[in-house]
């Protein structure tokens, strides 16, 4: 089963920032479109932003401006960048390609 390795979160202020990594271990990373999720506690698990092979990226309304998604196919790793962070981004991020099991994620607590 494949599954990728979240990492990069942690706590920060409101208004600040933080990175997460998606690592892969797998030969042909690039050929997949890539998302992140993220759960709140007591909340569904929602879709945060996603990239496809071609570097198309989309993303959640609630993150638009504030967030970025990139790929780095040489180190088969996608990153979210997320800035102007907010309390209501507390959650743990996940990220997923199609066909893969879901990983542990990684923590981003934000406070107020």
């Known amino acids: 089963q494949v599954q990728l390795v979240e990492s990069g979160g942690g706590l920060v202020q409101a208004g600040g920032s933080l990175r997460l990594s998606c690592a892969s271990s797998e030969t042909f990373f690039s050929i997949y479109d890539i998302t992140w999720y993220r759960q709140a506690p007591g909340k569904q698990r929602e879709m945060v932003a996603d990239?496809?092979?071609?570097?198309?990226?989309n993303y959640a309304d609630s993150v638009k401006g504030r967030f970025t998604i990139s790929r780095d196919n040489a180190k088969k790793r996608v990153y979210l960048q997320m800035n102007s962070l907010k309390p209501e981004d507390t959650a743990v991020y996940f990220c997923?390609?199609?066909?893969?099991?879901w990983g542990q994620g990684t923590q981003v607590t934000v406070s107020s």
């Open positions: 997923l390609r199609p066909g893969a099991v």
């Open positions: 990239i496809t092979r071609d570097y198309k990226t």
